[in-house]
């Protein structure tokens, strides 16, 4: 399990969670390459089935990052997003999965620092559950 | 329309064990609107079954589709091929649409869905009772308001002696309907029909007669009226 990397899929939205992931690369601050970034327009476009489809083709962890609350450029997009994370959470409880693959991020576009920080943080904490059941279905991990 | 609820996935699950092929059917009409059974809740269940498969180790197809309708036969026909590819299937259908799939097809139909009752919304995600089909309506002299549905007695000639600031004696949160229906007369000035006492109500046409049908002749074709129902 050592040797595990984890697939992460980041869904961002362009206003924000984008575009604070963009200022990590402007300033030069790493984070995993674990993460896979999706843009969305908003967050709130994020639906229920697009966190489950990510874990059913075999992401070992899936993370939604919009605008701070109260600060989504759509209004209120970000509540949605955390909606529907919850719902996931509990799904994924009810199937004996661990509820903590899944989670909501917020940050402003100027939060670089801090994007590639909760990445690091995420990325680990993954790797110490190890791989998704679906990703060793699929036998991509270790 | 008809409101339903998804059942708990663990029943779900129980109830598929033992199948390795499965269909999932939902339906595009009232369990779409209260988000219960439609293609997207089809999409999820489907998710959650292959996920819970990937967990137990367990090999498991799932086939997904959601039909305009489930409760017409033509459009149930639809199944046939799918329906004979699978093991069993899962329908999150209200009661009416499972039962027509499954009086269509000799292979094992589960409800996905605990089917609740006729509501309306009342914003988005809050759906509440408002009507029991009594198959006499008594909405023109209550001024629109069910007392079958909404009052937790169904009395004809509330309020009884539990309500209190407009509220029912079972909930601080339940609305009394024979409350309801005063303040609804009064602002149609109608408070003069509250004087007249309903009589008891005859509840044959409610379902105390047992399973009701409806029987159009212009509509159904003399051959099925003759056949099947005569
Ligand atoms: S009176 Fe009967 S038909 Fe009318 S809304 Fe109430 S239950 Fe439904
Ligand atoms: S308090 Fe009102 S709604 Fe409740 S049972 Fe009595 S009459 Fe019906």
Redesign the pocket.
């Known amino acids: 399990m050592d040797n595990f990397e984890p697939e992460i899929v980041a869904f961002c939205c362009h206003y924000c969670g984008y575009t604070a992931a963009d200022m990590a690369g402007t300033r030069r601050i790493s984070y995993p390459s674990n993460v896979k970034i999706i843009r969305v327009p908003c967050t709130g476009k994020v639906d229920a089935i697009h966190l489950m489809k990510a874990l059913e083709k075999g992401a070992d962890g899936v993370y939604i990052a919009a605008c701070l609350e109260g600060d989504c450029h759509f209004k209120d997009g970000n509540l949605r997003a955390v909606a529907h994370v919850e719902k996931i959470k509990k799904t994924l409880e009810d199937l004996g999965w661990e509820p903590e693959r899944v989670a909501m991020m917020n940050f402003s576009a100027a939060m670089g620092q801090q994007f590639a920080q909760a990445a690091e943080e995420f990325t680990e904490k993954i790797k110490a559950l190890g791989p998704s059941p679906a990703s060793q279905a699929t036998s991509k991990a270790v | 329309m008809i409101t339903a609820e998804q059942k708990p996935l663990q029943e779900i699950l129980g109830y598929i064990a033992p199948y390795e092929k499965i269909l999932v059917v939902g339906c595009n009409e009232c369990v779409t609107v209260c988000a219960a059974g439609g293609r997207k809740e089809v999409g999820l269940l489907s998710s959650a079954i292959r996920l819970n498969s990937a967990k137990a180790g367990k090999k498991i197809e799932v086939l997904e589709h959601t039909l305009e309708r489930q409760c017409d036969p033509e459009y149930v026909d639809q199944l046939a091929e799918l329906a004979g590819q699978v093991d069993a299937v899962v329908s999150l259908a209200c009661g009416c649409g499972i039962q027509t799939v499954a009086s269509q097809y000799p292979i094992p139909v589960f409800p996905g869905v605990n089917t609740k009752f006729m509501g309306a919304s009342e914003s988005q995600g809050i759906w509440a009772e408002r009507c029991m089909g009594c198959g006499d309506c008594m909405l023109g002299i209550t001024g629109g308001i069910c007392p079958i549905a909404?009052?937790?007695?169904s009395?004809m000639n509330?309020?009884?002696g539990?309500?209190v600031n407009g509220k029912?004696?079972?909930s601080p949160d339940v609305d009394?309907?024979?409350?309801l229906i005063w303040d609804r007369l009064v602002e149609l000035g109608l408070q003069d029909r509250y004087e007249e006492l309903v009589a008891a109500k005859d509840w044959r046409p409610a379902g105390g007669g047992g399973p009701r049908k409806i029987i159009r002749e212009d509509l159904a074709s003399s051959k099925i009226i003759t056949e099947d129902n005569a």
């Open positions: 909404r009052c937790s007695k009395i509330g309020p009884c539990g309500s029912c004696e079972i009394c309907a024979w409350q």
